[in-house]
């Protein structure tokens, strides 16, 4: 089972940050919190990942809680074509499996 | 950027056929993966591959799927004896390395129809 909660969907307004929270209260120590979007049937597509320390690359921006039991994933101008499921995953404890969950489906909306 | 290619695009067979999905990882990559996703549900872990063996499987994975690694590029899925539930979109991934940091890239994925 996937390792971490996310809200079933979100809107944002075109232009705004979107924020999409996720919730992994039983990460452990070594473990990293990775943020991938699917737009339609696509291959799931990187978008960022982190330790503990903030991140931020082209897309996003990671924010980790100091306890790293949540995290937030923020795009900081949204399009309509940010429109999609995200999907915050941990790695499964003494494996490579990616597990997803079901993801937070957001809707830009113009 | 290197891509993961998978083909076909779109595969239609019949039930109780075998299927083979091809899938050609990032030439550097390591580790291979393949998950499947049912239309309107969650991607869905498969099978990792690496060092020509399997590393972990599903338990949706059983007798009736197969991988293999039948040269230095590509990496392949075999259903033996296709089902009507096994109709879904199969991705393919790859990533490099060991460190516990590292990105998984997913090919465009192959849209299985068993009718």
């Known amino acids: 089972d996937a390792k971490t909660t996310q809200p079933t969907s979100m809107d944002c307004a075109e232009g705004r940050a979107a924020n999409l929270p996720c919730n992994h209260s039983?990460?452990?120590?070594?473990?990293?919190v990775y943020w991938y979007r699917q737009i339609h049937s696509q291959g799931p597509q990187y978008i960022i990942h982190?330790?503990?320390n903030n991140e931020t690359n082209e897309m996003a921006s990671l924010i980790i809680t100091e306890d790293r039991k949540s995290s937030t994933l923020i795009l900081p101008h949204a399009t309509l074509r940010d429109t999609a499921v995200y999907y915050c995953?941990?790695?499964?404890?003494?494996?490579?499996?990616?597990?997803f969950g079901t993801g937070t489906r957001l809707k830009v909306l113009a | 950027e290197p891509e993961v290619t998978q083909t076909p695009s779109h595969q239609v067979t019949q039930m109780g056929q075998e299927v083979i999905l091809r899938c050609v990882p990032i030439?550097?990559?390591?580790?291979f993966y393949w998950y499947r996703q049912i239309l309107g549900q969650k991607v869905e872990f498969l099978v990792s591959?690496?060092?020509?063996?399997?590393?972990?499987k599903s338990e949706i994975f059983d007798d009736q799927f197969s991988v293999e690694r039948p040269d230095g590029s590509n990496f392949t899925l075999k259903i033996r004896s296709t089902k009507l539930e096994d109709s879904a979109m199969y991705f393919c991934?790859?990533?490099?390395?060991?460190?516990?940091?590292?990105?998984?890239?997913f090919g465009s994925g192959t849209q299985l129809s068993v009718l």
């Open positions: 991934a790859s990533r490099n390395g060991d460190s516990g940091s590292e990105k998984l890239f």
């Open positions: 039983t990460i452990s120590g070594n473990e990293y």
């Open positions: 982190g330790l503990k």
């Open positions: 995953i941990v790695r499964v404890v003494g494996t490579y499996k990616y597990i």
């Open positions: 030439s550097n990559h390591l580790y």
């Open positions: 591959f690496y060092n020509n063996e399997i590393s972990e």
